[in-house]
């Protein structure tokens, strides 16, 4: 049992001479998007409402202006399924000099409407961890040699600051004594008389301290 093949879709031709006309309503030109158009003479096309393929438009030069029969695929690719758009009318209400003004006039608002050119800011190095910086080789023969001079050095440093370390042991162990604050003897008269005068007591005749005065010993 054979197989049939599927037929495939045919290239659209430029003109043609059906005088069918597709019972669906005209394709007006001006609603169509600007860039789907094409109005330079002799090569009028548009893009199929339907299919969304290039369709060039026949009969320039009659009556009626109309798409021609054209397959909704990619000629010799997709499967040969005929548009229902083929012969639909087509109403031309736009100039080849009001298509290119528009069309120019879009082109500037396109323009108008793109970003400019984004500078982005560079992005700074994260620091690395302690542990992920590499560390710079060790010279073996160097720091054996080192190693072997630290006692000496060790000594040397020490011997240094002895001196410096008695001194301040000396002055850690000795005890500063404070001598009395020495009192005048107008202060200590007037601290007397104060004591004197709160207790009542007779002013002395020979300059002593203010001390109560008793009775006389008998001889």
């Not at 879709?9 to 007006?28: D, Q």
């Not at 301040?168 to 008269?189: C, F, G, I, M, Y």
């Amino acid at each position: 049992m054979s197989s049939a093949v599927m037929p495939r879709a045919t290239e659209r031709p430029r003109r043609t001479r059906t005088k069918r006309v597709s019972s669906l309503p005209a394709i007006v030109v001006s609603a169509l998007p600007l860039n789907n158009i094409d109005l330079f003479p002799g090569t009028e096309s548009l893009v199929c409402p339907d299919c969304e393929t290039w369709c060039p438009v026949t009969g320039q030069q009659g009556p009626v202006q109309k798409l021609v029969p054209h397959h909704t695929g990619k000629a010799g690719v997709a499967a040969a399924v005929r548009c229902r758009s083929s012969n639909r009318r087509v109403t031309f209400d736009l100039t080849v000099g009001e298509w290119n003004k528009a069309l120019a006039e879009a082109h500037k608002e396109t323009l108008s409407r793109r970003p400019s050119t984004v500078l982005r800011k560079p992005k700074t190095a994260v620091t690395p961890a302690v542990t992920q910086m590499p560390t710079p080789p060790v010279d073996d023969k160097a720091e054996r040699k080192a190693q072997r001079q630290f006692p000496a050095r060790r000594a040397t440093e020490w011997a240094a600051a002895r001196t410096a370390v008695a001194n301040a042991d000396d002055q850690r162990h000795q005890v500063v004594v404070k001598a009395p604050a020495e009192t005048s003897d107008r202060n200590l008269v007037n601290r007397q008389e104060r004591i004197r005068r709160k207790a009542a007591w007779p002013t002395p005749m020979h300059g002593g301290p203010g001390l109560p005065l008793g009775k006389p010993r008998s001889a």
